[in-house]
């Protein structure tokens, strides 16, 4: 250290506290904060539609909303429901929606004009699944009559009434491999594969559990269903043998989702194929699947009902039954696709910036700008650069430690809230003899921050060595005072509760390894 | 004999620049050295003074930016003269090197100025008188001017034995270095056992004449023909700094409250008095103005010295002519109230004339009586302030103190500039021949030179940094000084929680580190101690690629006490360390010592709570960035022996076992295993405690030193093979070194002669009271298989020494051998100049090797050169072969324990060892390697 320099306060810096983060954990934190929405009722199905730019149909209630995904705003409602809809979905080249609903009806919308186009009427009661084929012209659908319907959409005719459920038939998916093959999940604890060129179901699997949703892996040979509160993972063509068993969650799971991005054009490994699950103890959990280990899993404010992710891998939206409708996008990714939208639509309401060459600008001798030309242009190769000796930044308790304002010093670190910076700047001031005249002389105002800090991190293993001491002496000093100022006697209180709180914790950990000391000894024993 | 082989102060006195400069001359105990300002390398040492160096001035000056030489000749260019202690007054080639002349002064002189050297006009004017600061005994014959005393050297050569012409001395003076010749006037000599002068901390020679009472004189000499020519300008409690102003007009010192200053021309004094202790003075390069600072940290600055009694002369010699008085008085009177005008400090008369009722102070703040027109005060310093100058051109004051900021105040208008942060407390600030470059003495032993222009410190010349004050509360204490073992250097603690990592053959810093990165900061009231964070604890790997260290902070009012332990990997690019792994808290009380494995990368910590730990490096499993050690230190093992307070460990040499003292049982482990392999007590009593262990190099044995309460302490010598002692003496052990190259050993013992209560002889102090005394010791050498000592030395102040084994220089060839080299508490570096032979000391081995079978012992151990003949004075070979003889014989006979020995120490005194020797046990052959 050369003289005259000051030094900087040396933050202490601690080993990070979780466990090494994984990949799929930063790629799941790359979502950022969700844009919340409030529905009517419970969100009962979410679909993407799976050509760009991915537009996703919410089911709520007695309406159908079509959402923008690059906006995350309701693009289109589509309200031509008497009764309770569900299960809106796209045709697979998102142009048309299907729903069905509390009627029993069935029914095909034109996103664009929310026209109803077709009305298939057969199912006796509510339909809970309705799904178009890959072929975009055959519809299947389910219902609370235990019959799955296979649906002519451009004759608005009924093909087939595949019947073989006994109770109520909830959810539905079409093999990725073959178009004619349906697997469909009802409340009789069933699974149950369909042919419709046969018109018959071929396998029928037991989840042993009410089937909330089920779902494909892309490449059709395996399927995964969800019931109660575990997965089961069937391998079809092995003749429909159970694979695993996943048991995850609390509670019901009821919505599962496979994220198979084509793509592989996203940064941290958002190619891979992910399994997410969503129950009723406010969970989504995303599987690795290859050993169906949780990789991330995030709270939700409320039972999760339904949820679905955009085919690019991008959005992530989640329906609750409190009718909240949570979407969240990666962060990189919502700045690529945004801004080809935007500047399409600058130049369609003819604002976009013409191409326009700026002139030179002659520059006058006398002006502002004359003095500074030349600054920002950078030295010709070979020059000799001298750097410009620039005092160091200083951090605000820096700059009162250096002036040896001590109390604003320690204020400024309280300000900053970062308890390592808080920690250090406290042991600097010891090192100097001046934390007591730093914690002297406050007023309420001015003792708040400092309790509170003190309310949240006394206790901390990292730093209770310095700031039950601490504690201790703020106690002596403003014990006299209590009782004049209401807000400090409740945090003293606060600190009391936390005090006594880790005591508690302290007494069990004893009890603990009290218990724990006669194991290990006569394990050690026994091993020599 | 020991030597000074470097180290020493190089800021008790203020540093002098040359002319040109381009050199910087440094008084450093006895010797004046040389060097470069641009490169801050030493050029050379001017050896010669038989006492510490006090004084430096240089002749030659510099005009309208061309060096002028001061005389007639070319040669004296470089010139420079020089005071001491010893009473001498010495002329100088600092260039060459050599020593020009000698000239008596016969008292031991404290400062020196010769106004006007440093300037043509000046020189012309009042010749080389000199002007001295002397200590005067009291009951001494009234200084009288003498006749010439000068004696011309022969031959202008620095290292030339003086011719005796003084008392009668032992003969081992003759082989004194640079002798001085002429010491017809008996000034009192004084000296340690290595023939080093005594020089007290505070400048005061050690005192043995009648009554002792000592004061100072200031007195004006005449350097041309050697002769005092005023023996009396004035008399003061104690000799303090001269002060002269740039062009030679004014000399001043001071004494208690007062500043006195007289005038060159014709020694006329003017007193100028304060309410407070003085500390020190400058002079305006032109004008008659004294700048004073004061213990309470003002400056005070008195304008127009001397001119009322100028005016008053003036009036006598015109006191015909009444019309030319009243002019002037007008003069003065105008004058005067210019000088008001333009005293824009804070004037110290106004707030205090009305308490003082006008009485005591007159015009302007100026007591009433002195002879000064104003008086103006600045007042910024918090404590004492510590050093003052004013610059060449006048426009500016410089002052520091224990702040360690450097202050730049304008004299017209009191307006500072500050340099904070100079890293310690500053003692003497010296302007040199450049005007914005400033020399500035730190407390930390460096010079610092500041240019004022850009307010930076452009060079350091830097000496081993002062031992760092030991925090009173804590049981923390400094490590002792350390060996890096890659390139050989010092590792010392210094203050401020720095390592300083010395070259002891260059002389010089080769690098510093901070383990605990914190500013300085100055005590919040003076003389208080902010020790903040000691360095406790130090280790190298055997390769030196991991230091090791723990450092300790003093807690305030119970808060925030913490230990950190701290390994720091050496980067290849920068030979730097880097701070690898920081552990907070390793044990839960005091750690009591901290070593490495000899070849393995495993540190050991050892500490009071009864824990020892194992420390391993291992894959950094939080790294969060490739920034990052990708290898980082972590735990292995904890172990314990029944919870006993664990005080010491060592490795063995060959890092197989590693021993642990346990209360007084000595444990040792399996290194690898992490097994205990077996406990043995090495033959102490209950209440003694195992304090320090180490491993003898390339052999078998342990050394140990215990102590307790109420027991005595020992000193042990444990044989791992028969697993027993192998001899033990009861010595209270101040340090212990190891040699890592032979299974030699040395240990500080103090004197045990020495009461406390006995005051030393001669060494009656005023105000002395609570300085540690310093208390002499030996310095034995074993080898660990022997307990005959191999040499020891007497050393005068033994405490707080330390004792280190260098490893050769790196040029010398033939020798292989360790150096011992002994740092004292002021951290001076000396060398025993006898080496242990490796040849006597094999000797030594075959007799261990069968100690019932010596019928005729050997000539066991080195003498070195002039140890045959009589008893040396100053160095205390324990030259008693016939004592060897005799406690061989007792050990051999009476049944295996002697308790008494007779050891003569050199001063034909019986110097007491009482210790015992064990038979080797039969159960020997125990193999552990």
Redesign the interface.
Known sequence: ???????KL?VK?Y??RSI?ETAEGKFWKSFGSPVLTQHVGPVSTIDFSPAAPYDFAVTSSTRVILYDSALRKPKKTITRFRDIAYSGTFRPDGQLVVAGGETGIVQVFDPGSRAVLRQMKGHSRAVHFARYAPDKTHIASGGDDATVRYWDSPAQAQLLCLEGHTDYVRCGAVSPANGDMWATGSYDHTLRLWDVRAGASVLRLDHGQPIEALAFFPSGGLLVSAGGNYLNVWDILAGGRLLRRVSNHQKTITSVALATPRGATFAGGAAAPRLLSGSLDGHVKVYDINDFKVTHASRYPAPVLSLGVSPNCTTLAVGMTSGLLSIRTQEGSRRATAAPVGRGGRGMLGLRPKARKRQRQQLQPGTYRYFLRGQAEDAPAGALVLPRDRAPRLAAHDKL??R?QYREALDAALHGGRPEVVVSV???????????SALAGRDAAALQPLLAFLVRYAVHPRYA??LL??AH?VLDLYAPTLGRAPQVDTQMELLRERVLVEVRLQQSLHALQGLLQPIIAASISAGT | MAMATGGGRLVSHPPVPSPDGKRCLICSGTTIRVHSVATGEQLLILQGHSAAVTAIVIEGFKLGGNLVEGGQGAGELSQAWSASLDGTIRQWDYVRGSMLRTVTVGYPIKSMVVPGLGDRRGLAAYGRNAYLSVWWKHGQEPPQARGPSVKLQKKPKVKKKGKKTGAPESKDDSNREGMGDGSHISVPEHRDAEGNPVEPEDGKPVVSGSDGRRSGRVLQFDLAKGEIVLPFLARTNEPHHLVDSLRGGLVGTYDQHTVLVWRTADNKEVRLHHTKPIRNIAFHPSETMVAAGDASGRILAWYDVGALRDASDQDQAASTSAPDKALHRRILREGRAGFEGRTSGQLIGSPRAGGAGNTRFGKGGVRLGDDASALSTWHWHANAVGALVFSEDGAYVLSGGEEAVLVLWQVETGVKQF?????APIRYIAGMPDPTLFAVSCQDNAI?FVNTAS???VQ?IQGIKPAPATPKKTPFVSFSPIVEPAEGRLVLPSPNATLQVYDVFRDRQAA?L?V????F?AP?KQGQE?P??VVSHATFSADASVLVTIDA????????S?LCLKFWEKEASTSGYRLNT?VD?PHTAAVTSLVFHPSARMAVTTSLDGDFKVWVPGPN??A?SAAEPSVSWRCRSVGSYRSEPLRCAAFTWDGSLLAVGAGETLTLWNTVSGGLMCALPPGLSPDQSIIRVESAHGSHFLVLTARGKGARPMLVAWNLLTMSVWWAYHLQVKELAMDPRSSRFAVLILDPEERPKAAPVGRKKAGGKGRPRERAGYVVAFEAHSPTPLVAWRLQKAGGASLVFLPPAPGSGKSRDSQLLIATRDRELRQPRVRLDTKQSMGSCRQQNSPHKVEKPQRAWACGPGASSSVDRRTCYLRSQESCQHLWRRCCSKDKIFDRSLFPDCFGRVFVITGYFLEPSSRAQQTFF
């Open positions: 250290m050369e003289a005259g320099d000051f030094q040396a810096q080993p990070p090494r430690l250096r040896f406290m042991e600097d001031l010891v090192a100097r003899h001046g934390l007591c060595r310095l001491r601490v002496k | 340099l904070p942060r100079m890293g610092r307010m930076k410190v350091t510093e901070q605990a990165p914190r500013n900061t919040p902010l903040a964070v902070m003093e807690p305030e009012e119970n808060i925030g913490g920081r808290e499993s939080s969060r």
